[in-house]
């Protein structure tokens, strides 16, 4: 009837009563508890209360805490505009104009009603002091709890009842929930809430006596005409009360006749599926107190638009969920790493294992003879090299006999392993030396060139310059010079 079969624990503080309902949203309830505690929500007493309540219920069940109507304000408002970005700023504006609290000091939700033929959009503003839920909250934290959704009494009850009766979509219905100390007097229509009061007479007073029918009558009315006022609709003439009790079923009479509505008993363990056991103890042990601010939540939480959560806690959570699914996104990853792996290591395994019981049994006579030919090359490397080292002598040669002038005669011509040449000889006069030098400075092949000495000597009886001069091979480098090719070529 409820639609997907999903968990709740649902939870109420209020007026010193603790109610715990564990229901699943598809209307299977599976058990409840009711305690009492010190009036102080805030304090030590209530989560002292709440702990030994706790231990038949699945604790890591998504939890539910539930405002009741007493504990807020709510307000049928008009904003200009459809825009639900524009309708949250605006609505974020005004909700300290419908309370004496700042802004600061509140939480707000709202239920979006539709559009007017004013085209405003109709809002039902609810308004929480943030304290109050700030205490529910200490206290559900301080026995265990995390809290997944902080929802609305009234809200659930109407969405309730709307699925259970199948109400149609445009038809507006009131429901009348008597608990112990009050009674919820709630419009619904298109199966959202439209209006909520609370009536401060419970069954409790009911079962006194006197002239509590009458006083309950003209609170029912006034509850009429300000739903009235505040919607513009007239009041709905058909109501559904959730409570079969002896004490209310002996005063409908008298409520139907002064205030000319249906009344129409229906109770909402008519629409509870769950153990007998548990059925029972609601219509034995709690039969004076409504549960149905426990149960409607659970059945109707999916649905439920007002979500009193503060907004650090809502931030909270999506943090959390976020690294709870980077945390399993990490660990699939890891998972697929690990498999991929393994794959690639079966693949190397069975290629490896293929390759030394196929391919290297069958070459395996022949690795002799490649042994033998690599041995071979390696001597024909050695021997091609050793001539290239050779002919690079013989190309400093070449090089250096097309650059020196006929005046010019070499004794000498040194190469060292690092690339560097020093040739000594004679000249007619120093100033071809120089020259000499700059020539091969000049060259494609050599750099570097400088004079390390000169002197003069006689040479046939004649008067000569003798020189000694140093420069190196370009592209050479380390101990190269005698190991390959020069670079270049000669001029």
């Known amino acids: 009837m409820f639609g997907a079969d999903k968990k709740f624990l649902t939870i109420s503080i209020n007026d010193g009563v603790i109610k715990i309902a564990q229901a699943t949203s598809s209307g299977s309830l599976e058990r409840v508890a009711c305690g009492t505690f010190v009036v102080n929500p805030g304090g030590d007493e209530a989560s002292e209360s709440l702990k030994p309540l706790l231990a038949p219920f699945n604790r890591k069940l998504p939890v539910i805490c539930v405002i009741p109507a007493s504990a807020a304000t709510a307000k049928n ?122 009536i401060p007479i419970g069954i409790k007073t009911i079962k006194e006596g006197g002239d509590v029918p009458a006083k309950l009558q003209d609170e029912l009315k006034k509850s009429m005409d300000a739903f009235m006022q505040e919607d513009g609709n007239e009041a709905p003439t058909s109501y559904v009360v959730t409570t079969a009790h002896p004490a209310i079923n002996d005063i409908l009479p008298a409520l139907k006749e002064g205030l000319n509505i249906e009344l129409q008993v229906n109770a909402f363990l008519n629409f509870i599926k769950g153990p007998m056991d548990v059925r029972k103890k609601l219509q034995t042990e709690f039969v004076d107190d409504s549960f149905l601010d426990v149960i409607a939540p659970a059945l109707s939480a999916s649905r439920c638009e007002i979500n009193l959560m503060p907004e650090e806690m809502v931030l909270k959570k999506l943090v959390d969920r976020q690294s709870q699914e980077v945390s399993k996104t990490g660990v699939a990853a890891v998972i697929i790493m690990g498999l991929v792996g393994a794959m690639i290591m079966s693949n190397i395994y069975f290629k490896d294992t293929f390759l030394n019981k196929n391919l290297r049994e069958r070459f395996a006579s022949q690795k002799a003879q490649v042994l033998v030919l690599q041995s071979k090359m390696n001597k024909a490397k050695l021997v091609r090299e050793y001539i290239k080292s050779r002919m690079l002598s013989l190309d400093i040669i070449h090089w250096l006999y097309a650059i020196t002038p006929h005046t010019i005669y070499l004794n000498n011509v040194t190469v060292a392993d690092d690339g560097t040449i020093e040739i000594d000889g004679i000249s007619d006069t120093m100033a071809e030396v120089y020259s000499f030098v700059k020539s091969i400075d000049d060259s494609s092949t050599f750099k570097a060139a400088k004079i390390k000495s000169t002197s003069t000597k006689k040479d046939n009886g004649k008067d000569v310059a003798s020189f000694d001069i140093e420069f190196k091979l370009i592209g050479v480098k380390d101990s190269a010079a005698l190991t390959g090719p020069a670079p270049g070529g000669a001029p």
């Open 77 to 198: 408002i008009e904003v200009p505009s459809s825009d639900p970005e524009e309708i949250k700023s605006i609505i974020n504006l005004q909700a300290s104009r419908h309370t004496p609290y700042s802004r600061e000091e509140v939480l707000i939700s709202y239920i979006n009603l539709g559009v007017n033929t004013n085209l405003n959009t109709r809002i039902l503003l609810v308004i929480v002091h943030r304290d109050m839920v700030k205490e529910r909250i200490a206290v559900l934290e301080r026995a265990g709890l995390n809290i997944d959704k902080i929802l609305f009494v009234p809200e659930a009850q109407a969405r309730f009842y709307s699925k259970a009766l199948n109400l149609k979509k445009e038809e507006a219905r009131g429901i009348i929930d008597f608990s112990l100390n009050a009674t919820s007097f709630i419009v619904l229509s298109k199966g959202s809430l439209l209006f909520e009061r609370r």
